[in-house]
């Protein structure tokens, strides 16, 4: 293909043949907007198709893929305007069928005689065996649909079929033969390019062409956050502050609190207070464990901010804790004559005008919200505090966004991640530290049992009695819908829940759900008129409501252990005993391991430590959640080796510029990392 007809990695992803308006909504909603965003789109698990059965052996209770010589196509008329094509082929074993409903087209571009490949599931009609629309190509084609194909995350709107279809046609458009990563470098870590790296991590030919490419991704992403942290380090980019955030009495606001500040808490409110005296900008990361009270820490330094006539702003990964955040702090803060605003991507477009003229002019102090306030319209009259809230790559990326947005931004960091020392002091390098360890004095332990299917019944008998007690509880899957007879789904769950507590009510939670929807349904949980959540990971993170006292994980064995522990933290907000379950289905010794654990240890920091030590690259043929890591740099930094390699050469790249050599790399990298982390398509390598 001629040179000037090849895609650049930043064209728009409508340059790609197929998408149009309605589908580059779809995909803006999954967070790809170029054609790097949409190579950078990695699978979440893969489909062997490899081995094909005889039409014959093809069962009815699962797709089977099958091989057979097409020999006759016919178009048949249905009633309402409506066709069906239907196609005779042969294997060495019977007479089988694949029938198409309304694509009549289809005819017109089969060619009797070759050889087809299908894949989908059997069924027997009046004695034949049919497959009814299945995934359907020539054998040996270019859309062969045998091999090793990719299965996405996918929204509303998009599909696995689609979207192998858009990639390919990507990989096949797009120059990706310039290699940003130096011939040297790649020589000595045995990197493949990226043409290799692309085609192979969603379309790999073997096991190990899989592993080589997931190597190179993995590498490139530690070595751009390594040169990303070395340029901020560096002085690169201004990180002086000329904001005057002035010395405030904070005995109104430590007097209006309705309990005393722990040790952790007071400690830590000392050194960001130490770091806003300062004449260079905070870029403070403060870990604390589920429930030990982050947001009285950033309420101390919004409310001193604001006594200095200056403007704070706060950002959740999700709208629902964005929500929850805006609620409780606006409620903390109004009474010392603090304006909070929130601002989220679902609101009408008077009321999110509202908000940015409010926070432009000034007349609004606090403003909370989800990735919608990077966005290029808000602006802000005077802002000198950045807080996020599991944000962990915020730090080194979206950081220059909001320096934009203010004079000198002070930048704090909060995770409920207990990360481990070292791992933290190398992935986070430029950042300082602050650990809130200790917990309120009100809250008991979790108590957690670790279960399986032969005593999964304990967990609903003793959830019932908590029902009874006038408790809440949550009923977690890991996928909203599956397959996998046994994989557990919110949808299978919720019904099965339905069934056991006709007394009470249950909603169904998951990520599909339009904002206002989700939004609604946890003010229902909250407030009581629901009293059974059936959800996905959704709720992992910071959700509070103090009234729910139990927690049931279903298919434990796919989740990561400090996944388990964020999901433990919903419970156990309150004074009252709460409860743990989680239900282990495999036999496997990691998810065996991860079972007792959580039953065993309840400190964030020592679960930690466990974690770091079992998580593992994955199986090419594993999910995500047992054991594939997703693009957030925390979990890829559990690749040690590859951590160590990726900055030892940001070393050698930044010794170089030191030295009068070119910065390209290093802004390259900056740059890329910067929009892969605006995406946040939270991918799997």
């Given amino acids: 293909m001629p040179e000037s007809y090849l895609h650049g990695l930043n064209d728009d992803i409508c340059s790609i043949k197929g998408i149009g308006a309605k589908k580059k909504e779809q995909l803006s909603a999954a967070g790809i907007e170029t054609v790097g965003d949409l190579l950078s789109y990695y699978p979440v698990k893969y489909k062997d198709r490899r081995n094909a059965v005889r039409a014959m052996d093809a069962g009815t209770e699962r797709d089977s893929l099958v091989t057979g010589r097409l020999i006759k196509v016919q178009l048949r008329p249905l009633s309402g305007g409506r066709s069906m094509t239907e196609c005779t082929l042969r294997d060495d074993s019977c007479v089988f069928y694949a029938v198409f409903f309304n694509m009549p087209y289809l005819r017109k571009t089969l060619d009797t005689g070759a050889d087809y ?22 054998t040996g084609g270019d859309r062969d649909v045998r091999g090793i194909l990719p299965v996405y995350r996918h929204s509303a709107g998009l599909t696995d079929i689609n979207l192998r279809k858009w990639i390919r046609d990507a990989l096949d458009t797009t120059d990706l033969d310039t290699d940003w990563i130096g011939s040297d470098i790649a020589e000595e870590r045995r990197l493949c390019g990226q043409r290799y790296a692309y085609s192979n991590i969603h379309f790999p030919e073997s096991e190990q062409h899989y592993k080589k490419a997931r190597y190179r991704l993995i590498y490139e992403k530690l070595l751009m956050y390594q040169l990303a942290v070395r340029v901020n380090g560096a002085g690169l980019r201004d990180d002086q502050t000329d904001s005057s955030v002035t010395e405030t009495d904070m005995n109104e606001f430590y007097g209006g609190l309705p309990f005393e500040l722990t040790e952790g808490q007071s400690k830590c409110i000392e050194e960001i207070m130490a770091d806003l005296s300062s004449k260079r900008s905070m870029n403070r990361l403060v870990q604390g464990d589920v429930g030990c009270g982050k947001t009285v820490v950033a309420e101390a330094a919004m409310y001193r901010c604001a006594k200095s006539g200056l403007q704070s702003a706060m950002m959740a990964p ?31 477009p008077a009321e999110r005008r509202s908000v940015i003229d409010d926070t432009a002019s000034g007349r609004i102090d606090v403003l909370i919200g989800t990735h919608a306030l990077i966005q290029k319209d808000v602006l802000f009259s005077d802002l000198a505090l950045v807080i996020t809230d599991e944000q962990h790559r915020f730090g080194v990326a979206q950081r220059k966004i909001f320096a934009n947005k203010g004079r000198g931004v002070n930048v704090c960091v909060m995770s409920a991640t207990p990360i481990p020392r070292t791992l933290a002091a190398t992935v986070f390098g430029d950042m300082d530290f602050s650990i809130i360890r200790s917990m309120p004095s009100n809250r008991k332990k979790i108590i957690t049992r670790a279960l399986d299917a032969h005593t999964r019944e304990r967990a609903y008998i003793d959830m019932g009695r908590e029902l009874e007690k006038g408790g809440r509880a949550y009923v977690i899957a890991p996928s909203i819908d599956s397959e996998d007879d046994d994989l557990y789904s919110v949808q299978k769950l919720f019904e099965e829940i339905k069934e056991r507590y006709p007394g009470y009510t249950a909603a169904l939670l998951h990520g599909r759900l339009p904002a206002e929807e989700k939004a609604s349904i946890m003010d229902s949980f909250k407030e009581g008129r629901i009293q059974i959540l059936v959800s996905t990971i959704v709720i992992e993170v910071g959700i509070d409501v103090p009234e729910a006292t139990v927690i049931i994980i279903e298919n434990s064995e796919r989740f990561g252990l400090a996944q388990m522990h964020q999901l433990r933290g919903r419970v156990g907000r309150s004074s009252r005993q709460s409860y743990c379950y989680v ?68 070393d050698k790249i930044m010794e170089e510029y030191r030295g009068g050599g070119s910065l390209t790399d290093v802004e390259y990298a900056y740059e890329r990392l910067m929009h892969a982390d605006a995406a946040d398509n939270s991918n799997v390598i």
């Fill in 117 to 138: 490949s299908l894949f989908g599931r059997m069924r027997v009609r009046n004695g034949a065996r049919v497959w009814t629309n299945p995934e359907f190509s020539k």
């Fill in 318 to 348: 999700t709208e629902i804790l964005a929500r929850q955040h805006f609620e409780s702090i606006s409620k903390d803060l109004s009474k010392h004559g603090i304006r909070c605003g929130l601002l989220v991507s679902g609101m009408k």
């Fill in 583 to 650: 239900i282990n289905y495999s036999n496997t010794e990691t998810a065996q391991t991860r079972a007792r654990a959580m039953a065993e240890i309840s400190d964030g920091f020592e679960i930690s430590e466990v974690d770091y030590e079992l998580r593992g690259p994955g199986d090419i043929m594993g999910t995500m959640q047992s054991g594939n890591t997703s693009n957030d740099i925390l979990l890829l930094s559990r690749y040690t080796d590859i951590l160590e390699n990726a900055i030892s050469d940001a």
